[in-house]
């Protein structure tokens, strides 16, 4: 036979068990909504590089790229870095076409300038002007939708009169 007590402990567990169900489906459902809603990707805006032109025939010089990102929900940058995009007879030597990772400079993770940076060797870049592929599809919000690609690209003009090199392709 159950006494009093027992039966009051047994409720009060019950009571507690519910309780804690009720927090979790709370939490779960506050979650899901506040992904569930958004429906719109990262926008990108203002991609620009600094400088637009430059001469490397007597050294190396660092380029900047930098694109606005914003999101209500919050940007992610992910591992793709951005990249120069050789279309001519001439080639880029040791595979030298990659920017460092996007890092935020400015701004918080709903709306921040990002930026990339490369240094041009005169050694393995041709003269020509190249396109920058700012890779838009690395800026994601928690929801995991990526930025379009309609931002384009960027446009880099190198001038290498180094003759230290030959970069025709064969």
Same mark, same amino acid.
């Given at each position: 036979c159950e006494s009093n007590t027992d039966k009051y402990i047994e409720s009060m567990a019950l009571r507690q068990f519910y309780f804690s169900l009720t927090r979790l489906f709370l939490i779960l459902a506050a979650s899901f909504m506040s992904y569930a809603q958004d429906f719109d990707r990262?926008?990108?805006?203002?991609?620009?590089?600094?400088?637009?032109?430059?001469?490397?025939?007597?050294?190396?010089?660092?380029?900047?790229?930098?694109?606005?990102?914003?999101?209500?929900?919050?940007?992610?940058?992910?591992?793709?870095?951005? /990249?120069?995009?050789?279309?001519?007879?001439?080639?880029?030597?040791?595979?030298?076409? /990659?920017f460092t990772s996007w890092q935020r400079v400015s701004g918080n993770q709903y709306n921040g300038v990002y930026e990339a940076k490369k240094f041009i060797n005169p050694s393995n870049i041709p003269s020509e002007t190249y396109r920058?592929?700012?890779?838009?599809?690395?800026?994601?919000?928690?929801?995991?939708?990526?930025?379009?690609?309609?931002?384009?690209?960027? /446009?880099l003009q190198i001038i290498n009169g180094s003759p230290s090199q030959d970069f025709d392709r064969p």
């Amino acid at each position: 036979c159950e006494s009093n007590t027992d039966k009051y402990i047994e409720s009060m567990a019950l009571r507690q068990f519910y309780f804690s169900l009720t927090r979790l489906f709370l939490i779960l459902a506050a979650s899901f909504m506040s992904y569930a809603q958004d429906f719109d990707r990262p926008e990108l805006s203002s991609l620009t590089v600094s400088p637009s032109t430059i001469d490397i025939s007597s050294g190396g010089v660092t380029v900047t790229l930098s694109i606005q990102a914003s999101d209500a929900s919050g940007i992610t940058v992910g591992t793709s870095k951005p /990249y120069l995009i050789n279309e001519h007879s001439t080639q880029i030597l040791n595979d030298d076409t /990659y920017f460092t990772s996007w890092q935020r400079v400015s701004g918080n993770q709903y709306n921040g300038v990002y930026e990339a940076k490369k240094f041009i060797n005169p050694s393995n870049i041709p003269s020509e002007t190249y396109r920058i592929n700012p890779r838009a599809q690395t800026f994601e919000d928690p929801a995991g939708l990526e930025a379009s690609s309609a931002i384009g690209f960027a /446009y880099l003009q190198i001038i290498n009169g180094s003759p230290s090199q030959d970069f025709d392709r064969p």
